[in-house]
């Protein structure tokens, strides 16, 4: 998402130099992202540049928000965490057979994931917080493009935005006219944690 967004021009296209004020403004106006939310990810961001700025490049640095078990990217072990992997997709967005994705489907297909990285890699390693992010990354895709009560979001936007790194604006998607809350988005993690036990 944060590439899509760069992609658009809510955040400097070269990728550098970002700043936590700049995540606020730029999620604000691309998603109505509660600033509460981005602070809650962007903090974490800022730890792998030097705690004012970042360039999305150093979000690859392993540890801090990038973690083993991605829907769509390789583990660290293997070499290359960063590209786009379309075999590791293609295995999560078969669970995504239906026009909309549920709480349910999106759980199962986190899970799955997660069991076959573990399965292949023998430095598998997720720490609590690398949970709670994964869990997190889960339930913001099902808010943008869904609900954050209910999930439901538009398979078709959600395999745009992880396939071409954009926005589905052509496609129908806008941005919400209510906050996307904090709040909001870890109560959906409580709902697929509890699809996942
Ligand atoms: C402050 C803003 C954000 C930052 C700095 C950020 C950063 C990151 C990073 C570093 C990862 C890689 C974690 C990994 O899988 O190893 C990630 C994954 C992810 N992010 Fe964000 N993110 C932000 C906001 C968002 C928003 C608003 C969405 C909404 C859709 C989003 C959706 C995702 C998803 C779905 C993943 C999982 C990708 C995968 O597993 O392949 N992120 N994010």
Do not use: C
């Not at 769509?72 to 960063?82: A, E, I, L, P, T």
């Not at 709480?103 to 390693?125: C, D, G, H, M, Y």
Request: without cysteine.
């Amino acid at each position: 998402m944060v590439n899509s967004v760069a992609n658009h021009g809510y955040l400097p296209r070269n990728g550098l130099n970002i700043s936590l004020p700049d995540l606020i403004v730029a999620f604000t106006a691309a998603l109505n992202l509660d600033p509460a939310a981005t602070t809650l990810v962007g903090n974490k961001a800022l730890l792998s540049g030097n705690n004012v700025t970042f360039d999305l490049d150093n979000l690859n640095k392993h540890g801090i928000l990038e973690h083993d078990g991605s829907l769509s990217r390789n583990d660290v072990y293997f070499g290359d965490n960063h590209s786009f992997n379309e075999t590791i997709w293609t295995s999560v967005a078969s669970h995504f057979n239906q026009s909309t994705i549920s709480i349910a489907t999106a759980a199962i297909a986190r899970k799955e994931r997660l069991q076959a990285a573990a399965a292949v890699n023998p430095a598998f390693s997720l720490s609590a917080s690398d949970t709670q992010f994964s869990f997190i990354e889960t339930a913001l895709y099902l808010s943008i493009f869904g609900s954050v009560e209910d999930g439901n979001a538009v398979t078709e936007w959600v395999k745009i935005m992880f396939e071409q790194e954009r926005l589905p604006f052509q496609e129908g998607f806008t941005t919400s006219e209510e906050v996307v809350t904090a709040a909001g988005i870890l109560g959906l993690v409580a709902k697929l944690a509890a699809a996942s036990a």
